[in-house]
């Protein structure tokens, strides 16, 4: 028999009477990530979905890595599933797990038992398969209460099963659980690492990037598509929105004082990002602001930043240090991508002194000198979109 693999749920067993919509979810997702590495059945049983390979040529390594990175589950484990025969198991158990029983001190077997016609009782298995291996493993001391090694056996239905040592799991909840929204991905390091964390929410996202050509290059476009294509490797398919963003910030260097040159260009970002959110049934915007990490992330410029509109704005990373950022970001694959030296939009006109503090009174004063609805309206007919799949 082949080997399967066992996704243990995290906050979904905490559903109730909707569950099986997040279960659903969650298995929909499992099959759409693991689908290029072959034919695999995919169910879920008490809080559990199996993956199962259809056939011998299932990248079974593959598939487990892909497991890794949706998001629902806590742990996943390769198991091998054999006939449920006590000796099958125990064979099993040595060939399966004989690496680690040599290299842990202490074990233990657990059984569950869901097919209660097996002739054994969980406790008799256990011990069965527990003596004997301590037998063949004697470096291997058994210890109940405080084990190294756990030695999981699972009677189910049409087979048995044995696994050792979970992987820690993507967490989280199921992408498209939870909402949709609109996220800001510049080419940094912090927006991917925000997009990812509230795509681990559920929510399913739309990335946004906003782009001031020539000021900022091809090449620092392509740098935010492959940020984009990283981040789908937890965050599922999606559809990155490139606004040009070139005439507005020209018209805000002409027309504005310099010291509110990037508050005022972040209030465009957010409205054009929230016109894009309610054209996609999006509920929230997404950006990857840290408190007081520039002049543009004090509480005074958050708070003029999202006056302009009336969805919430999140901020993942809101309290976050940014070596805890950089963390997060090598987790997830984007830290060597953003540290790439490629210019983004909010250094093309930086002023000389931000303001750090500014007034909305003022702001708002400032921008009557522009056209705000055209410049949107503008800006928003001249979406690239560029479908993203890892
Ligand atoms: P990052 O590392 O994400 O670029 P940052 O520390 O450089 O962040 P800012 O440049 O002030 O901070 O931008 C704050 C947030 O605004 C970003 O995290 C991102 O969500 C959004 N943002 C900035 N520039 C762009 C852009 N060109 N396109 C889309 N979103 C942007
Ligand atoms: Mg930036």
């Given amino acids: ?98 690496g680690a029983m040599r290299s842990a001190k202490s074990f233990k077997v657990e059984t569950k038992r869901s097919d209660k ?24 001391r058994v210890d109940v209460h405080n084990p190294e090694l756990t030695v999981h056996l699972e009677i189910r239905d049409f087979a048995a099963y044995v696994h050792g040592v979970p992987i820690p799991g993507a967490g989280g909840m199921p992408v498209g659980s939870n909402g949709v929204a609109v996220s800001m991905l510049s080419g940094g390091i912090d927006s991917p690492v925000s997009t990812y964390m509230v795509a681990k929410r559920g929510v399913k996202v739309i990335p946004v990037h906003f782009f001031s050509f020539p000021y ?74 840290s408190l007081g990490q520039v002049a543009s992330q004090t509480m005074q410029a958050m708070g003029v930043t999202e006056e302009c509109v009336s969805l919430p704005v999140l901020r993942p990373l809101v309290c976050l240090d940014k070596s805890e950022i950089v963390i997060t970001a090598r987790k997830i694959g984007t830290f060597d991508t953003s540290i790439l030296p490629y210019e983004d939009c909010c ?15 003022d702001v708002r004063e400032i921008e009557k000198a522009l056209d705000i609805d055209a410049l949107c309206d503008e800006a928003v007919k001249g979406i690239e979109r560029v479908v993203i799949s890892k």
Avoid at 268 to 283: D, P, W, Y
Avoid at 347 to 352: G, I, M, Y
């Fill in 347 to 361: 250094t093309v006109f930086t002023p000389r002194h931000p303001r750090t503090k500014p007034k909305i009174e």
């Fill in 1 to 98: 028999m082949q080997d399967v693999i066992l996704l243990k749920h995290g906050e979904i067993v905490l559903k109730g009477l909707n569950k099986r919509i997040f279960e659903d979810k969650f298995m929909a997702n499992v099959r759409r990530r693991i689908k290029e590495f072959g034919d695999f059945r995919v169910y879920t049983v008490q809080s559990t979905t199996y993956v199962e390979p259809q056939s011998a040529d299932c990248d079974m390594d593959a598939a487990l890595d892909a497991c890794c990175t949706v998001f629902g589950a806590v742990a996943v484990t390769r198991a091998a599933a054999c006939e449920k025969d006590k000796d099958a198991i125990l064979e099993t158990a040595k060939r399966y797990l004989g």
């Fill in 216 to 289: 900022t290059s091809e090449l620092a476009k392509e740098k935010v598509i492959e940020l984009a294509k990283i981040c789908s490797r937890w965050c599922g398919k999606m559809t990155l929105e490139i606004v040009p963003f070139t005439h507005i910030q020209e018209e805000i260097r002409d027309k504005c004082p310099e010291e509110y040159f990037t508050i005022i260009m972040r209030r465009f970002m957010t409205r054009i990002a929230e016109r894009i959110a309610l054209a996609n049934g999006a509920s929230a915007i997404v950006t990857g602001e």
């Fill in 117 to 140: 016609s097996f002739p054994m009782t969980s406790i008799q298995l256990s011990q069965y398969v527990g003596g004997n291996l301590a037998d063949a493993f004697p470096e291997c």
